[in-house]
């Protein structure tokens, strides 16, 4: 799938929610994979010792299905990219290129609290859109969120009047308005009860 030569990314939802459906179907998958497999190398014994290999199915099926759902999950901000419709100053980036940078941490970790602003408008958009994306990964809580910021800041904007390129900033300070969520462990983010000293200092 490839972008459009202009500067702008069109909604695909219809691709968003067939990547979630196989974000959360791959485990299963994996897991069922894993338990016949199991089964075919290790046939099922007779007595006593029957209860041993059920502990060894059940036991590889969830280990094979924990670890593909850790992988998986890795296409989560690919979803959410591909629900964004967008403008940008220059040639929309590609959305694959975008999602792997993602799920890169420390890259995420030093670009969240890099003080400095880009001179290059296109790599500006393009670094907002991996942090933005990242963020939908790391925090379950702020899922959404950002895009619904951004959706009733174009909404208020356009009531106010604003058009064209500042109507643009605007949304994209909507959607990056949570950046800062980044360098907080999720833990922390979504703990019910009051936070420690430790934690406050995050």
Same mark, same amino acid.
């Given at each position: 799938?490839?972008?459009?030569?202009?500067?702008?990314?069109?909604?695909?939802?219809?691709?968003?929610?067939?990547?979630?459906?196989?974000?959360?179907?791959?485990?299963?998958?994996?897991?069922?994979?894993?338990?016949?497999?199991?089964?075919?190398?290790?046939?099922?014994?007779?007595?006593?010792?029957?209860?041993?290999?059920?502990?060894?199915?059940?036991?590889?099926?969830?280990?094979?299905?924990?670890?593909?759902?850790?992988?998986?999950?890795?296409?989560?901000?690919?979803?959410?990219?591909?629900?964004?419709?967008?403008?940008?100053?220059?040639?929309?980036?590609?959305?694959?290129?975008?999602?792997?940078?993602?799920?890169?941490?420390?890259?995420?970790?030093?670009?969240?609290?890099?003080?400095?602003?880009?001179?290059?408008?296109? /790599?500006?958009? !393009?670094?907002?859109?991996? %942090? &933005?994306? *990242?963020?939908?990964? +790391? @925090?379950?809580?702020?899922?959404?969120?950002?895009?619904?910021?951004?959706?009733?800041?174009?909404?208020?904007?356009?009531?106010?009047? /604003?058009?064209? !390129?500042?109507?643009?900033? %605007? &949304?994209? *300070?909507?959607?990056? +308005? @949570?950046?800062?969520?980044?360098?907080?462990?999720?833990?922390?983010?979504?703990?019910?009860?009051?936070?420690?000293?430790?934690?406050?200092?995050?």
């Amino acid at each position: 799938m490839t972008e459009g030569a202009e500067g702008r990314w069109a909604a695909r939802r219809g691709w968003a929610l067939l990547t979630r459906v196989l974000v959360w179907a791959t485990p299963v998958l994996a897991g069922w994979g894993a338990s016949v497999l199991y089964g075919r190398l290790l046939p099922p014994p007779t007595g006593t010792a029957r209860v041993w290999w059920l502990s060894g199915l059940v036991v590889s099926a969830a280990l094979v299905a924990h670890l593909s759902l850790r992988l998986a999950r890795r296409l989560l901000p690919l979803a959410w990219l591909l629900k964004v419709d967008a403008a940008f100053p220059d040639l929309a980036p590609n959305r694959f290129h975008v999602a792997l940078r993602t799920n890169r941490t420390a890259d995420l970790r030093s670009m969240a609290l890099d003080g400095t602003a880009p001179t290059d408008r296109r /790599v500006a958009a !393009e670094r907002i859109l991996v %942090l &933005a994306a *990242a963020l939908q990964g +790391h @925090d379950g809580c702020t899922r959404g969120h950002s895009e619904r910021v951004r959706a009733y800041t174009r909404v208020i904007a356009q009531a106010m009047g /604003v058009r064209g !390129e500042e109507l643009d900033k %605007l &949304a994209w *300070a909507g959607l990056l +308005h @949570d950046v800062g969520k980044l360098v907080v462990e999720p833990e922390v983010l979504t703990k019910p009860s009051r936070l420690d000293v430790h934690e406050q200092r995050q």
